[in-house]
């Protein structure tokens, strides 16, 4: 088997780690827009061959795996479209999977029904190829979200490899999936952002980071993620992700109320339902 | 060297467990409103003995270590105030200085300037004396706060106390502690509880929360948190805090629009200060 892989970044590179390493996969041949991550690539394994562009890289592959931003997989799609073989199946790793799908649509051609859209939930915040880890996607949830014309044969195939790199698959609709994740990924993302950035415009910046202690460091560690992924995210759900945040930030104001007011009930009740909820799914959350 | 411990938590059974440890207390007398925590820390050993009150607790007491949630510490220190021996030294491990400070000098009588204000920064999420442990506080800050009336000896004697449990000792002024942590600490558990709670309150909370990955587990650890003890602090440091919430409200607002007007550099921006902070503090946040 014979795998194009598009974007050889953290995801991507795991991804085809993973995949050489349980026989999946016999031969890799890599593209990336940044030729030193290419490079980088070949160094550690995670590609046999550099090609010179994501058209060549295609070329004979019998499966085509998409790891580039989900605001870059439209222009990539383009570029692979003409040269896919006709049994080559594409698969991607977007976080958002409506976008990539409407992309599919418009920018594959006829190879659009052997798309498989797929969202592995794993990652980190130590972005680029230097950073894969074959093991990344062990016991972790993948998600695909097929469409009705999606071919069942191309569906089931990706199913597979999935579940041979160690993860559990499930199935959701798109629009499910951006919802959800806009819940419990994208706007979590967006916090942590948005905290660090805060601090970094206080003037005792350095001073207050110094002395922070482990629940910063747990609640900041995705704001190392790269700004550029999370731009396009961001972007690519914007109207899940916006209802999510207005939705936050109505929270917000209350307890601001409620700190005005030095309501301790109403601070107490909301940081019950969290705790509550929190432990309650600790089991599932903290396993690993 | 005889300790009174007042408020059997996380915090005070790893402090006396630590202190214990170290021999740098010998008998241990502890007393908790909650009788069923004084009973759990004497059958692990943080405590020898279980007083009937706070005031006998701290009767022949050499030292007593206050590690009651920061909105109960005047109602112990009126408690205590006429049991307390002559030499008696009073600390605590309160997140807020300047409330505590000030309860102190309402409520400690001639005690008040041998009261030596602390707050370790070490913790957990998970409340409760059977969570202690006596190495909570190896290689951690605690911070003191001492006023320009507090006894020099009882200071040192506190700071000493604290660099033989294993921790750095830094002095700040109450006011600069309590700002700092408004931002590093008090905001991030108000922001995190505020997440968990957001999303409890969703139609499908049980569905999101399933397939949340580790990003979401890390934002929220500390959402578990005791809601009693951050709805104290929050009280306690509202001021302090409130100015900290209104800067970070302010930058959601921005990228709340960036969002609707589809703005990704704007919102990449933002990501990228926060990256770049993040990953320059790395060494000293992820360190452990």
Redesign the interface.
């Known amino acids: 088997v014979k795998l194009a892989l598009i974007g050889v970044g953290l995801l991507g590179g795991s991804f085809a780690r993973a995949a050489l390493g349980c026989g999946e996969v016999d031969r890799v041949i890599g593209y990336d827009v940044d030729a030193q991550a290419l490079a980088a690539a070949q160094a550690i394994g995670a590609i046999h061959e550099a090609a010179p562009s994501a058209a060549a890289a295609v070329r004979g592959a019998d499966l085509v795996m998409l790891a580039v931003p989900v605001?870059a997989m439209a222009e990539s799609m383009t570029a692979i479209a003409p040269d896919l073989g006709a049994d080559a199946i594409v698969t991607d790793v977007g976080s958002t999977k409506a976008s990539v799908i409407a992309a599919a649509r418009r920018s594959l051609g006829p190879a659009a029904g052997r798309f498989v859209p797929a969202h592995p939930?794993?990652?980190?915040?130590t972005p680029g190829v230097r950073a894969s880890d074959p093991g990344l996607f062990r016991k972790?949830?993948c998600?695909t979200t097929p469409e009705p014309d999606t071919d069942a044969a191309a569906l089931a195939r990706v199913e597979a490899l999935w579940r041979a790199l160690g993860s559990r698959v499930?199935r959701m609709a798109a629009a499910d999936h951006d919802r959800?994740?806009a819940?419990?990924?994208h706007?979590?993302?967006?916090?942590?952002?948005?905290?660090?950035?805060?601090?970094?415009?206080?003037a005792?910046?350095d001073?207050?980071?110094?002395?922070?202690?482990?629940?910063?460091?747990?609640?900041?560690?995705?704001?190392?993620?790269?700004?550029?992924i999370?731009?396009?995210v961001?972007?690519a759900n914007?109207e899940a992700?916006?209802a999510?945040?207005?939705?936050?930030?109505a929270?917000?104001?209350e307890?601001?109320a409620a700190?005005?007011a030095?309501d301790?009930e109403r601070?107490?009740a909301?940081?019950?339902?969290?705790?509550e909820?929190?432990?309650a799914?600790?089991t599932?959350?903290?396993a690993?």
């Open positions: 605001g939930i794993a990652g980190g915040e972790r949830l998600i499930e959800v994740f819940a419990v990924s706007l979590p993302h967006l916090l942590a952002f948005a905290l660090v950035a805060h601090i970094a415009g206080e005792d910046a001073g207050m980071l110094a002395r922070a202690g482990a629940g910063f460091r747990d609640v900041t560690r995705i704001a190392a993620s790269s700004p550029r999370w731009r396009d961001c972007l914007r992700l916006a999510e945040l207005d939705g936050y930030r929270l917000l104001a307890l601001r700190l005005d030095a301790g601070l107490e909301v940081f019950r339902t969290a705790a909820c929190r432990r799914h600790a599932h959350l903290d690993d």
